[in-house]
């Protein structure tokens, strides 16, 4: 038989006593046999894990790090656990890194008979803080509990992160904080505030907890993904900095947030979920994926991964935790899973023209960056938005919502408001138009087209309206649209001559087309004799009613966007368009999309629009038209619902 000591690789409980199934052997917390501890002379070698039996699902190693004294070496024992058997352990959220960035393996910690684990300097500090003196501590730290050479090993035991945290008896949040001399932040006497300080003596020290708790949410491991869900997640939090310690109950976190919002800050999102923790769990994944994305990691593929554990598992498994695909896979997959959770094409909204692909071939240029996404992201996020200080944590600016979602309801005419999704690994080629009536899935393509895409190709149904004419570069006037204070464009107009009107407000003149009365509006035009002076005058009947409305929401909305003409109506957009631009109704998205040709069926966003009367410029509720139906116009084809592609 061989002697060789069994390292206990599958601890179960039965009876209350904890048995290794390898060996049969009783496992007690004792002190470490002496030969643990008087290493001998010999160089020490890298440990060798054991390999991890997936087979049950939720196994992963524990650290059992050994007692001694602050100047003692560090010491520890691998064993691996089943966590459903629910084993006894604590979990450690920490950053690998110091402060100045260090994330070198410059420090080591000993494990088995002279073997040892390289960690970083921050790591070993972490250790050394929460290290017993006479008793061992069992606890899981992924520096130590992850063979972090072994890919595989990462991709699993990151998805059982959620589990580990929320399963631990507690989490210890440790931090280092040696930027300050102590006279300047005293933590003993913010962490006595926070947890017992009265009403009275809070308001006395106000300033004292401010301060120190803005330069304590400077640090880095709070803008951190990988925290977000190791704190959010924990049943019981301890904060740790510089050996002093902070139990975060609920009455604490309420303190925390009455004091960020007394002084008009927001928390960073791993203190303002576990704020949310009692009363909510974080499943929205538009609100999950801005939480991760405006925070900051090493790998950028983590800022997804990190996030996972709060979707639904119905849609988390559209995100593959794969460390093997580049990073635009992985955010490629986030934004369909957003696509598929949210059964609707708003994202589109945000894609298009960004100065970088100005500065590119359009046909090359990435159709959704990073910045727009997170802009999608932050505005998709139910939570209600707080307010930030420069002093506390860098916040992404947003910017304003790009555009006016003009359909609304659940069905207009042909056009859906809900979609069904269906992935496949490449696009087979453009079906022919289809039949208004027909409903059929948007089909994306799993396989990137361009590799710095994330914003997957697709087909799907859409609804041609119009096309565009002229921009604003042909148009006299057209920029005098934004200028205008509201209520003052047209005042007056309605009450004088339409002749003397026309005069004094010039910068309409390309505008007064599109709004002239016709035999096709609903809208009662005035008496005979008023019509037929105007038409000899060569001026027409113009409904002062829609152009005061269409002015006053391009005041409101086109700021930054420019105007165009279209063979039927007006619109502005953001820049990019040009003439012979179609403007296309695309089923599950809200706004009208100018989009750019490039093939039969086959098109790239330019921007999403604002037209003018958008649904009843076709022959979707006829009778209802208040377009140019000029004689010498291309009126919209007899069939206008087609399938398109789009990159």
Known sequence: MSTRRCRHPDIRKFDGVRCCLACGEAVFDAPPPKSSIEETQSTPTPYEYATLNYRLGQEVRLCE???????????????????????????????????????????????????????????????????????????????????????????????????????????????????????????????????????????????????????????????????????????????????????????????????????????????????????????????????????????????????????????????????????????????????????????????????????????????????????????????????????????????PVRSLKQFEGEEIGPWRANLEIRTVDELEVVPNLVHKDTITPVIFCRRPHNPTNILPRFQVRAHFIDRIQQTNAHITGSRDLFTRKPGTYLQGMESMDINLAHQQFPEYAWLLPCFQRTQCTTQPVKSDEQFASHEQDGIPEIDVEDLSLFVETAIQHGDGKDTFSTVHSVGFARHGFKPGDEIWAIDGARAPFILRSIGAKTYRIVSDCYLWAALELDYWIPGTKKGRWREEGTVPEEEQTHIIEIF
């Open 65 to 399: 790090l050994l007692p001694g004294e602050p100047t003692d070496p560090l010491q520890c024992e691998i064993i691996h656990v089943n966590l459903e058997d629910l084993p006894d352990y604590e979990a450690v959220s920490y950053t690998w890194a110091s402060e100045d960035g260090d994330a070198s393996l410059s420090r080591s910690i000993r494990c088995g008979h002279n073997r040892y684990i390289p960690i970083t300097a921050n790591c070993a500090a972490v250790l050394c803080q929460l290290r017993r003196r006479g008793l061992r501590r069992r606890l899981w730290v992924d520096a130590v509990s992850i063979n972090q050479s072994n890919v595989n090993e990462r991709n699993h035991q990151v998805g059982l992160m959620d589990h580990v945290y929320s399963q631990a008896r507690s989490v210890r949040i440790c931090i280092e904080d040696q930027q300050v001399p102590p006279e300047w932040i005293d933590y003993r006497q913010t962490f006595r505030l926070l947890q017992n300080g009265s009403p009275a003596e809070i308001d006395v020290n106000t300033d004292l907890l401010f301060r120190s708790l803005v330069h304590l949410l400077s640090l880095r491991y709070f803008r951190r993904a990988w925290v977000i869900q190791e704190v959010a997640l924990a049943t019981t939090a301890y904060l740790l900095v510089n050996g002093d310690e902070l139990l975060l109950t609920e009455s604490v976190m309420d303190r925390v947030d009455l004091l960020a919002w007394r002084n008009s800050f927001q928390l960073p999102g791993v203190l303002r979920l576990r704020w949310k923790a009692n009363q909510m769990r974080l499943t929205d994944i538009a609100a999950c994926l801005r939480a991760g994305l405006d925070s900051e990691c090493t790998d950028p593929r983590d800022k997804v991964f990190s996030v996972l554990s709060f979707v639904d598992l119905q849609f988390r498994s559209l995100i593959a935790v794969d460390y093997s695909l580049e990073v635009e896979p992985v955010y490629a997959n986030a934004v369909l899973a957003v696509i598929s959770t949210r059964r609707n094409l708003d994202i589109l909204s945000y894609v298009g023209w960004n100065e970088a692909a100005l500065a590119v071939d359009w046909r090359t240029s990435p159709a959704l960056t990073m910045d727009q996404f997170k802009h999608f992201l932050a505005h998709e996020d139910a939570r209600e938005p707080a307010r930030s200080s420069s002093q506390l944590i860098r916040i992404s600016e947003w910017g």
